[in-house]
């Protein structure tokens, strides 16, 4: 660029007249506020306060008024500076300096009283104002102005025009006040909510930011037309201009919520004891009465109801729970699931050994692992309900009372196996031979394995009592009881006191109608969802029809410490704690194995050191499945602290599991159509094509809402993860006054994790069981 071209740009400040005279007006009426205020002995405002509005002020300006206005509609990184001034630079600070006050007290008297005090006195305004700041308006409506602003269509009529140029900058820093206000919190208004939820509001916010800001700096054209046809400032070319934006997007935005993020992490860890929760569940007036009709005999039962007091709540049943309440419902689903599972097997075993082309290569590593996150997000563990496995046990049971042919005594499962360090060794093998022998593009060899699963299950159903498989072996099992334990529904007593009452307890020993619970889960002293399979034995079983499926606020139930019937209390269960950690970094090590830069380091790997594949995979997932979280957490907290932070990781775990799953189910949902097309031709004996539907699974690039769907999934479990460890930290601070100190290392942790997850949501992932994979 010549020196005519910075002599130009460096004289296209505007000064536009109305600009400057609300620029002014507004800085004169705060600081003769201010200096009222100050004149008083006990001011609420600062001289920083006062700097802070100031320096707010010429943001704006210089955003409004400075060359960056005339180059915005020549280069889009510098338009990209001038947003980010309007949104996230000048809103803080006018808010820091909490302008309400002063600028009404800097108002002339008569205009003061005349106008301005009847208006902000008058109760709709007032509570019109209240719903533009509260968090959940602010927060839509930051986000709703970003994405229509740089939607290509209406970005370019900001552009051709300087009226709706205008109207966009008005929209970014109206919103951003809003969006900014329950943050800083400015004098003299007060929160409406708890500062917990501060942190997913900043975090999914950020996460907008961040889906936008990789649109712009990974796309291969270019967005918006405007700048194709315009001089390009420094010599860059259009595409490249959009990629250093989006950059520019993406570092400053995110550090802004990160410092955002900070500051109300620092006031909760200031409020410390006094944050008290606000979602407390009521004690139901049956149980509130039971307690105190109780007998003087029964104080086990007085003080166990006394200790459970705050979480438990007379719950109505789902709208579901009626229809998988009848048995007939039940039956359904498991002999739809089993159907399934022998169609797979079959076709594994007779079909094409070409993955995309068998229902074995795209039915459980596609559609099965995307439905059952999804499942378990919006519903809880129904897979485990409609196991194909356990109904084949139960067939087995029943034709052999049938056929009058006796079975072997059945036995205890050993107390030394009766936790869950062989699941951990079952989930280990399992993610290792889906990497070695790519299961994913082996059909016969993942028939073999559902056949596997079959025998076994079968095998501990008939030398073993109380389900040992599902509970202690299963490694999917074992998926879905630690991730269900953030789902939204749980089986559960509607009234605790009609439990009280009971003296048969038929929901854990059974009757004619009913087993009770295979896993030895008694109701009244059952909390969450560990170790249970949604079987709806309990529920068939109560006489007094006192257990439901209900829904339940989870995060309350991860940061409790109570006792629970068969699993004790977290804390005293390093073996759950083990599952959890291991599950948690599997979420990324199983994504990250995927993707073109771990495929490539693993090759790079291999020709370096001279051996095969296997042992340099064995290695590598053994590093980073055991031994690296093991060094990890034992490292950065004390062994007794693992037990009670570890279900703070299960949220953002399962978000990654979620963002993984779902990019495959999304992108590959059609497969199944192909597989299913081929199967049917070649029983039918007619024609089979695949046509164009076989490209439709390679549609990744093309979905442009799937990346910020994913890192929505990421955001919203690192929100909840932060939430429940900040919990757990303060339930640790009211016992211990060094409770908060293990807090700070597990944040770190989830911070860490978080990035590594985008990285890996960003790169180029292997589309598994499609007809072409890229890469």
């Known amino acids: ?9 460096l004289s296209s400040w505007q000064f536009s007249p109305m600009v400057l005279l609300g620029l002014t007006l507004s800085t004169i009426m705060y600081m003769r506020g201010w200096w009222r205020y100050r004149q008083r002995r006990t001011s609420p405002f600062s001289l920083g306060q006062a700097v802070s509005y100031v320096a707010g002020m010429l943001v704006v300006f210089v955003a409004l008024q400075s060359p960056l206005d005339t180059l915005a509609g020549f280069s889009l990184q510098v338009h990209m500076v001038q947003h980010l001034l309007l949104m996230i630079v000048a809103p803080p600070l006018l808010l820091y300096s909490a302008p309400m006050l002063p600028m009404i007290a800097g108002l002339p008297k008569r205009l003061r009283d005349g106008w301005i005090t009847p208006f902000a006195t008058w109760r709709p305004l007032r509570r019109g104002i209240a719903k533009l700041v509260h968090p959940a308006w602010a927060w839509c409506l930051f986000v709703a102005s970003l994405w229509i602003w740089h939607a290509p269509y209406f970005y370019g009529l900001a552009l051709e025009s300087d009226v709706w140029h205008r109207f966009e900058h008005g929209c970014f820093l109206a919103t951003s006040v809003l969006f900014w206000w329950p943050v800083v919190q400015p004098y003299p208004s007060q929160p409406v909510l708890s500062q917990f939820w501060l942190v ?42 959009q990629a250093v934006a989006g950059a520019i997007m993406w570092v400053p935005m995110s550090l802004a919520f990160l410092i955002g993020l900070v500051c109300v992490v620092s006031r909760l860890m200031a409020g410390g004891p006094t944050e008290r929760r606000r979602n407390t569940r009521r004690l139901s007036p049956q149980l509130v009465a039971g307690q105190r ?130 699941a951990i060794g079952t989930l280990a093998l399992f993610f290792w031979a889906y990497e070695a022998f790519a299961l994913w ?12 699963f079959f025998v076994t299950a079968v095998g501990f159903e008939l030398f073993f009592v109380h389900a040992p498989f599902c509970k202690y072996v299963c490694p999917i099992g074992q998926f879905n009881f630690v991730h269900s334990m953030i789902s939204p529904t749980e089986i559960a007593v509607t009234d605790s006191y009609a439990c009280s009452n009971c003296r048969s307890k038929d929901c ?97 790997l291999v020709q370096w050191l001279g051996v095969g594949r296997l042992p340099v995979l064995t290695l590598g997932l053994f590093a980073a499945l055991i031994v690296g979280p093991w060094i990890i957490v034992t490292t950065m907290t004390r062994r007794s602290e693992i037990a009670r932070f570890a ?60 990346l910020p769907l994913e890192l929505v999934f990421l955001g919203v479990g690192f929100c909840m993860s932060f939430v429940v460890s900040y919990r757990i930290a303060h339930r640790e601070s009211e016992q211990n006054r060094r409770g908060w100190r293990p807090l700070l290392p597990w944040i770190c942790l989830m911070v860490v994790f978080y990035f590594s997850c985008v990285w890996v949501l960003l790169q180029p992932m292997q589309m598994r069981g499609a007809l072409m994979t890229g890469m």
């Open 1 to 9: 660029m010549s020196q005519a071209d910075w002599v130009a740009i």
């Open 200 to 241: 997913p509001y900043l975090f999914l916010a950020g996460a907008q930011g961040t889906a936008l800001a990789g649109i712009l700096t990974f796309s291969d054209h270019v967005l918006y037309a405007n700048y194709e046809t315009t001089p390009s400032l420094w010599g860059i070319d259009p595409l490249t201009d």
């Open 293 to 422: 009709n109780l007998p003087v005999h029964n104080q086990a039962a007085r003080t166990s109801f006394a200790l459970a007091a705050p979480f438990i709540h007379a719950a109505s049943p789902t709208r579901i729970h009626r229809l998988f309440r009848s048995g007939t419902t039940r039956m359904l689903l498991r002999v739809g699931m089993f159907v399934l599972a022998l169609l797979v097997i079959i076709d594994g075993i007779r079909g094409p050994q070409v993955s995309p082309l068998n229902l074995a290569g795209v039915l459980p590593w596609i559609h099965w692992r995307g439905i059952l996150v999804l499942t378990l997000l919006v519903g809880g563990n129904f897979f485990c309900m409609a196991c194909p496995f356990t109904s084949l046990q139960k067939c087995v049971a029943w034709l052999a009372r049938v056929c009058h042919v006796p079975l072997p005594r059945r036995r205890q499962w050993p107390i030394t196996l009766q936790n869950k360090w062989l």
């Open 441 to 452: 593009d082996r059909p016969f060899w993942t028939a073999m394995i559902a056949i596997g």
């Open 508 to 604: 854990i020993v059974g009757n004619a109608s009913s087993p009770g619970c295979q896993t030895q889960l008694f109701q009244p002293r059952k909390h969450g969802n560990m170790d249970c399979t949604f079987c709806f034995d309990c529920v068939t079983a109560c006489p007094h029809d006192n257990v439901a499926l209900i829904s339940v606020p989870r995060t309350l139930d991860l940061t409790s410490d109570r006792s629970r019937s068969s699993i004790r209390r977290y804390s005293e269960r390093p073996d759950l704690a083990a599952v959890i950690v291991f599950l948690f970094f599997a979420s990324l090590v199983n994504a990250a194995w995927m993707t073109g830069p771990v495929l490539a380091w693993e090759d790079q």
């Open 647 to 706: 279900p703070a990781l299960i949220p953002l775990g399962f978000g990654m599991w979620l963002a993984h799953y779902s990019f495959h189910f999304f992108t590959s949902a059609d497969a199944i159509q192909v597989a299913g097309a081929r199967m049917w031709s070649d029983w039918t004996g007619g024609e089979f094509s695949a046509g164009p539907v076989a490209c439709c699974c390679c549609r990744a690039d093309s979905i442009a809402w799937l």
